[in-house]
């Protein structure tokens, strides 16, 4: 039976929440899921050194959410990025998990999901969907794993529960959601990007990392200010 959080075309309920991202909601989501309650969502206020020294340590992700415009200059980059990718012919590390997303409004959702999967090594989850699913899906490739996501019954309904719970009104699920979530996840010394691909970067500390690569993101969109930046660090 499918829960009622994902329709009939494979559209989930767009996330509540817009920026800045507070972080209840999906702290609550993932401890929802087993995840510790040691291992919490902070909101990363600015990108410089001072403000990135704020963020509580250790981090084990930091996701980065940015608008869709009519200006394309974000998909424009992405789809570049994606075909030097694939001239490179990078192939994804076994020890690396990557979803691709068939799901629609579920990015914020994938995004916590690629942060978890790749640090548990460090996030010890106890049972319930989420470490189920992992379970399921680890020797999956990235297709099969976004396919599973559709049909579990277990995410969506906390999917639900937390887009419910956002700091604003959660749309429709056939409303057009116009921003996305990526996630940066440090693997084997390298800095990895999950959007609706994986990207391998350079290696370094993550928050500093990662802050490079939203500034990016940042500078080509100039006039855009609906962006919003997370760690998933511990607070213990």
Not at 44 to 69: K, R
Not at 101 to 108: D, K, R, T
Not at 151 to 166: F, L, N, V
Not at 192 to 208: A, D, N, R
Request: aromatic share 8%; with cysteine; proline share 6%.
């Amino acid at each position: 039976m499918t829960h009622p959080s994902l329709a009939a075309d494979g559209q989930w309920r767009g996330r509540g929440a817009v920026p800045p991202l507070l972080s209840v909601t999906p702290s609550m989501f993932m401890s929802g899921l087993g995840v510790p309650a040691s291992w919490t969502i902070h909101d990363v206020y600015g990108l410089d050194d001072d403000m990135l020294a704020m963020v509580p340590q250790p981090v084990c992700a930091v996701i980065l959410l940015y608008p869709f415009s009519d200006k394309a200059c974000q998909e424009d980059f992405k789809k570049k990025q994606e075909e030097e990718q694939e001239t490179a012919g990078g192939d994804i590390p076994e020890n690396v998990y990557f979803m691709k997303q068939f799901v629609g409004n579920a990015c914020g959702t994938v995004a916590l999901i690629h942060a978890v999967a790749n640090n548990r090594d460090r996030i010890e989850l106890s049972d319930g969907a989420l470490k189920e699913f992992l379970d399921k899906t680890e020797s999956m490739n990235p297709e099969d794993k976004g396919h599973a996501l559709e049909g579990d019954d277990g995410i969506s309904k906390a999917h639900e529960e937390s887009a419910q719970e956002g700091q604003t009104e959660a749309p429709d699920r056939e409303a057009q959601v116009n921003e996305h979530f990526v996630a940066f996840v440090h693997k084997d010394g390298k800095l990895y990007e999950f959007g609706e691909y994986e990207s391998s970067l350079w290696p370094w500390k993550i928050v500093v990392d990662a802050a490079k690569v939203c500034r990016q993101y940042m500078d080509r969109d100039p006039d855009e200010s609906r962006f919003a930046v997370v760690a998933l660090a511990c607070s213990e």
